[in-house]
């Protein structure tokens, strides 16, 4: 199985139906603490750091606290929702699905970023 150049210069950090979150891979030689985390979704992709991640996943917890359309037919699959993104300027028109999506995206990488920084961190120990 070939590998493509694109997907070798990258480090998986997880992957669900909606994206993927990776390191760069040259930024390896950097330590976890400045090492920033690439969240590709829906054809937008964030160059995040981990308190980054942390508020756009409370954006999320958010946006989904918020929405009100439980008696609509078509609230699982309509843009209705806002989600604030790190960046003050942008703002995602998200499905309900979409959200839950993301969020996943978004937890099980501080999850696992998380639990590289303390390995990381017993090992230099």
Known sequence: ???????SAIEKIYANDIGISFFWKNQTNQSFDNRKVQVIFRDT????????LKMFSKHCTQSLATNNCAH???HKNCRNLLLRTPSDKIDLAVSSVELEQIKSLLNETIFKVELKQWLESICLN
């Open 45 to 52: 992709g964030f160059l995040l750091n981990l308190d980054e």
């Open 72 to 74: 609509c037919q078509h």
């Open 1 to 7: 199985m070939k590998t493509s150049s694109s997907m």
